[in-house]
């Protein structure tokens, strides 16, 4: 049976990890994998998460099953965290498997409730997104993002292109940060969204991977909270794995606004019913270290205060990069680098000129120019700016 297998085509990012463990030059960067870095190249535990984990140590008693939905603490503290003001009679919510997972479930449970809907994602986007859809059969269509004149966002190209989503169709809209370009809509932007769904009748998915890493934690959820505040129905994916630096834990949460509270609970219900059917029960570990961080005043000022730290880290090297490549290509070409904002900038570079960094200059990025900032510090920062100027981008 198994040798009926069909070879399954490589993830193009865990391909570039191996391509860089395997160079030997000295001094090669990793610009690659979407995993924040500090300055001396290390994926640090937060103190937070460090405290939290011996408070539970200390005093956690049973390693019994969870709800199937997760915990009320867990799922309580995050709908705070990303709505504040939390619409408690029309939201279920559900504890997942990573970010991932809350995307997975959000899919399976919009093909649930409309067998006949369309997905609208982003070109580009994460290219975990297409992967799933396609894995799942899932009809989806692309809707223009990228400008790559400007390397910001092709506001009128998304407007035209969301506009032909239908009631009951899927609009996937990357919260903040986008990944992979870095390009953000800004307020009025996604107000005028918000106009074209509650036109249409299309449900909006947000993809929240990143909250707190672009411009803070409050400004990184209020394109989301405007949203749920706005439209009757909504499916928000939220990612604890940056944010809480706890990305092998597993934690995510995904919430379904609903129009009543009895399609809230029909939705809880399909939505428990969807974990069981995939894992049963969520893991509860990471969930359990957020938990107990938001609901602690010292440990949330502490975690808030170190990820403000890695934001302003992120940030710091977003505009070293903008100023040397303005003095050395003696242009204002690059700016967008300071503009974009989260773990990630799109070059706009050519496959060949991404190729001639690596080959050239050991310097490892996604194949589609897209960079990982905190994959940089202030020593590589220079080198990165004169490779990309040698390598004519
Ligand atoms: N969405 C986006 C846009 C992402 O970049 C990521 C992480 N790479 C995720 C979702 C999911 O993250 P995780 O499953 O690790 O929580």
Avoid at 151 to 168: M, N, T
Avoid at 223 to 244: G, H, Q, V
Avoid at 345 to 373: C, F, H, W
């Amino acid at each position: 049976m198994l040798s009926n297998l069909q070879p399954q085509a490589p993830d193009s990012i865990l391909m570039l990890i191996e391509e860089f463990k395997a160079d030997t030059r000295q001094g090669k960067i990793d610009l690659g994998v979407g995993v924040y870095k500090d300055p001396q190249g290390v994926t640090p535990v937060m103190r937070a998460v460090k405290a939290a984990e011996r408070r539970i140590w200390d005093t956690q008693t049973t390693k019994a099953y969870t709800g199937l939905a997760g915990e009320p603490e867990y799922r309580n503290a995050m709908a705070r965290m990303v709505l504040k003001d939390v619409p408690g009679d029309r939201l279920a919510s559900l504890a997942t498997v990573g970010g991932t997972g809350a995307i997975r479930q959000a899919l399976e449970l919009a093909r649930l409730a409309n067998p006949g809907a369309t997905v609208f994602v982003s070109n580009p986007t994460w290219p975990n997104h297409l992967s799933i859809m396609k894995f799942m059969g899932l009809p989806f269509v692309e809707y223009r993002y990228f400008d790559a004149e400007t390397r910001g966002v092709d506001f009128d190209g998304l407007k035209a292109d969301i506009a032909r989503a239908g009631k009951g169709d899927i609009v996937l809209l990357h919260g903040c940060c986008h990944n992979p370009t870095g390009a953000n809509l800004t307020m009025e932007q996604w107000e005028e969204v918000a106009a074209i769904l509650e036109q249409s009748g299309a449900i909006p998915l947000i993809d929240l991977a990143y909250q707190g890493f672009g411009d803070g934690l409050e400004e990184d959820a209020a394109a989301t909270r405007m949203i749920a505040a706005r439209l009757p129905e909504a499916l928000i994916a939220a990612s604890c794995s940056k944010n809480f630096g706890i990305y092998r834990e597993r934690t995510g949460i995904l919430f379904a606004l609903a129009e009543n509270t009895a399609a809230r609970d029909l939705a809880q219900g399909s939505m428990a019913f969807l974990n069981r059917q995939n894992y049963s029960f969520p893991p509860d570990h990471g969930a359990r270290i957020v938990s107990t961080i938001l609901s602690d005043e010292s440990l949330r000022a502490d975690w808030a205060a170190e990820l403000e730290e890695i934001r302003g880290t992120m940030l710091g090297l977003r505009s070293q990069l903008a100023s040397e490549l303005r003095d050395l290509s003696g242009s204002d070409r690059f700016d967008f680098i300071g503009r974009h904002r989260g773990m990630f900038s799109r070059l706009g570079a050519t496959p060949e000129q991404v190729a001639k960094l690596k080959s050239d200059a050991a310097i490892y990025m996604v194949g589609d120019s897209r960079l990982n900032i905190a994959g940089l510090n202030r020593d590589t920062v220079p080198v990165l700016a004169r490779a990309i100027i040698d390598a004519g981008i």
